[in-house]
């Protein structure tokens, strides 16, 4: 299961680098549209964030003080940052992930999300499929907002 998580994060996360790097101009990483409040820019930066807060701090033990606030109001920050911020949450997510054992899996997470204990194994998969569902927003950002 170890080895699947952190192939499937690793996978994910350079799909994440790809999509940021597609974008034409920088600006249009932070455009936004109508009905289309978060842009792919601020999408980026609540993924680096969540990650590093629940399988950073949680799991690899980092010392990750989140700013949720800012991923979502920040603007402007530049893409060669958001990349480098993309690799090393690479690193953190396989550092956390590597702490893993099938005890650690069957036991509850380090840290409460919903307000009440849930399964490591639960919110690792959440945490992946949460990466996922973002991924799929800045796809289709990118391909709607970046002309």
Not at 99 to 106: A, N, P
Request: proline share 2%; glycine share 6%; with cysteine.
């Amino acid at each position: 299961m170890k080895a699947t998580l952190q192939s499937l994060f690793k996978r994910d996360l350079e799909k994440l680098k790809t999509e940021i790097e597609q974008y034409s101009s920088e600006e249009n990483l932070w455009r936004t549209d109508k009905s289309i409040t978060n842009s792919a820019g601020n999408l980026c930066l609540h993924l680096i964030g969540n990650l590093n807060a629940f399988i950073g701090a949680a799991l690899a033990k980092t010392d990750y003080i989140r700013d949720r606030e800012f991923e979502f109001a920040g603007k402007d920050v530049p893409r060669t940052t958001l990349l480098q911020q993309i690799d090393e949450t690479m690193v953190v997510v396989e550092k956390g992930l590597d702490t893993l054992t099938d005890e650690t899996l069957s036991g509850e997470f380090p840290i409460q999300i919903w307000g009440k204990p849930i399964g490591t194994e639960f919110t690792v998969i959440h945490l992946l499929s949460h990466l996922n569902y973002h991924l799929g927003q800045i796809n289709y950002h990118r391909r709607l907002l970046d002309n």
